[in-house]
Every structure is written in structure tokens, then in C-alpha cells.
């Protein structure tokens, strides 16, 4: 008697008989410092289709959480911006390939969320991903600059990433946060990113995307739920550097945000305006995080 696939005898009839079995859900957790931990206080909120069927639950992070993702994102700062800008771009090259390779679950997932085209959103994203990985070792010799000074000095001005950057990520959930996340982080700075609300799933597979592209655990941290309740902590924590409220649709949070981080005189971007995220995104959002240092050096006599 010949046996079947799953080691079960067949019916006499040579059919195979397939056991039934339950499906495996995924999990989407939070991103921290390198692991996928839950929420500290265990609440989730439920993530729906474009046309209302339920999807997964995702993490509805805390005030602890965001805590512990900025202290994550500053320990990580100083291997991260100490690699040399070569490096930065090898591991954000990797992470396009990665990307590349899960192309299908990426398209899946956007297609769920009601982007149309997701193939070709997720092809620009990797494009994305590419192009700013062939930034991170020129912008130095673009915003850096020789200065000419009435005296027998070397004056020589040179960017230097800011810190740690609190990213509000807009609604579209891959594109639009490739980029803004890649010109943080390609420039030095470690972040944490508040994903899309409404469709938070693709930030978390990018995670995993990120946690298996050799970045650093620590360098980018994400985390799901409510915006409005998430973002003023991070506006006023004390050991954030600057603040990208490009997800921040609401105008009065807008308003609140840029009031708390003036506390510790953060910088902050606040685009305004509607975004074409497949138009060539030119060098503001490398440029917008980054410090000028200015060194002063005699010339030999």
C-alpha cells in the first residue's frame, strides 16, 4: 500500500488526502532596538482592508514605548554616524534588495491598504531606496563647502548628522515612508517613526526588511497607533533632535508639536503642503537634519 504526502495511508484509489489545518496569522508588533516587542501595555487596535474586512491587529504603542525606542534610536547614534558614509549606503543598498525580494508580500499588503498599482509602488520604493544610497557619500561635498576668510586660516564648513529624529510617517505606507526615513538615516541620524495609522502593516514588513539588511538594531525603531497620541511625547522629549511632521495632517496637533519642540529648540520639517512622492525628491530632506560644523585652521607660514 503506497503511502501519502503527509504519511497517511491513500484510499485504495491512490488520492492523497491533505489534513486540514489552521492557518498561521502573522503578528505585527512593534520595532525596537533591533527586536519586535509588543506593546508594554497590551493594546492593539484592529487594521481593515480599503473595503472593510479585517486584516490584523497592530500594536497601539505607548508613551513607554516611544521612551524606550528614543533611548534605543540614541544608543545606536554613535556607531551608526561614526560608520563612514560608504557603509551607510552599502546597508541602505541591501535593504532595496531585500525589499526587491519580498516584492510580492510588499504589492500584497499595499493592495489590501487600496493602493492602486501596488507593484509598481513597491518597484519605486526600491528605486527610492537606491537613490539615496548613492547620496550618502557625495552630500558631504555638496553642502560642505571651503570658506574664503580674511586671514591665514583653512576655513572648512562640513555637515554632520543632528541626532535622533522623530519621524511622523505619512499615509502612503511604503513609498511615502522610504522616503522620509532614507534621508535620515543615510545621513547618520537614528530615528522613530510613527507608521501610517490607517495602514501600518507594510512599516512593520519593512521592519523586518530593516532587522535583516545589517542596519544596526537601534538606527530606525517604529512604531504603530494613534498619532495624536503618540506624537507631542515625542515632540517633547528632551533627547530628540529634530522633528519630521510630514504625517501630521491635523493642524492644531501640527501647531502643538512645533510649540514642544521648541522646548529644546528642535529642528523641525513641516512640508505644508501635499506631497508627489514619485517626483524626484531633490536634497532638502538629506540636507534638513544635518548640522554645519566649521573648522578654523592656521596655514603654514
Given amino acids: 500500500m503506497g503511502g501519502t504526502a503527509d504519511g497517511q495511508a491513500g484510499d485504495g484509489g491512490g488520492t492523497v488526502r491533505t489534513p486540514d489545518r489552521l492557518a498561521v496569522r502573522k503578528t505585527y508588533k512593534l520595532y525596537i532596538g533591533g527586536a519586535f516587542p509588543r ?7 484592529p487594521v481593515t482592508s480599503s473595503s472593510g ?30 560608520a563612514t558614509a560608504y557603509n551607510r549606503g552599502q546597508i541602505l543598498y541591501r535593504v532595496a534588495e531585500m525589499l526587491e525580494g519580498r516584492r510580492a508580500q510588499f504589492a500584497a499588503e499595499l493592495a489590501d491598504a487600496g493602493t ?24 558631504a561635498a555638496v553642502a560642505g563647502s571651503s570658506n574664503p576668510v580674511a586671514g591665514p586660516y583653512f576655513n572648512i564648513s562640513s555637515p554632520e548628522p543632528t541626532g535622533v529624529v522623530a519621524v511622523v510617517a505619512p ?32 512599516s512593520i514588513t519593512l521592519a523586518e526588511v530593516l532587522a535583516t539588511s545589517d542596519l544596526p538594531g537601534g538606527v530606525v525603531n517604529v512604531l504603530t497607533g494613534s498619532v495624536a497620541e503618540i506624537a507631542p511625547w515625542l515632540a517633547a522629549h528632551m533627547d530628540v ?22 522646548e529644546n529648540l528642535k529642528r523641525v520639517l513641516r512640508p505644508g503642503v501635499t506631497t508627489d512622492w514619485y517626483a524626484d525628491p531633490g536634497t532638502r530632506r538629506l540636507t534638513a537634519f544635518l548640522e554645519t560644523k566649521t573648522v578654523w ?3 603654514g607660514v
Avoid at 520604493?125 to 539615496?132: E, F, G, I, M, S
Fill in 39 to 45: 506593546s508594554e501595555s497590551g493594546r492593539s487596535y
Fill in 53 to 82: 474586512d479585517f486584516l490584523a491587529n497592530a500594536s497601539r504603542a505607548s508613551r513607554k514605548d516611544a521612551r524606550d525606542a528614543v533611548s534605543a534610536a540614541r544608543k545606536a547614534f554613535g556607531g551608526w554616524s561614526g
Fill in 116 to 139: 492602486s498599482g501596488a507593484g509598481a509602488v513597491v518597484d519605486a520604493a526600491v528605486d527610492r531606496l537606491v537613490w539615496y544610497a548613492g547620496w550618502s557619500d557625495k552630500i
Fill in 171 to 202: 499615509d502612503d505606507p511604503l513609498l511615502g515612508l522610504v522616503s522620509v526615513l532614507a534621508p535620515v538615516i543615510v545621513t547618520g541620524n537614528t530615528c522613530v517613526v510613527i507608521a501610517s495609522e490607517r495602514a501600518p502593516l507594510p
Fill in 241 to 262: 533632535n529634530a522633528l519630521d511632521l510630514t504625517g501630521v495632517t491635523d493642524e492644531a496637533l501640527a501647531v502643538a508639536c512645533e510649540e514642544a519642540a521648541a
Fill in 297 to 299: 585652521h592656521p596655514t
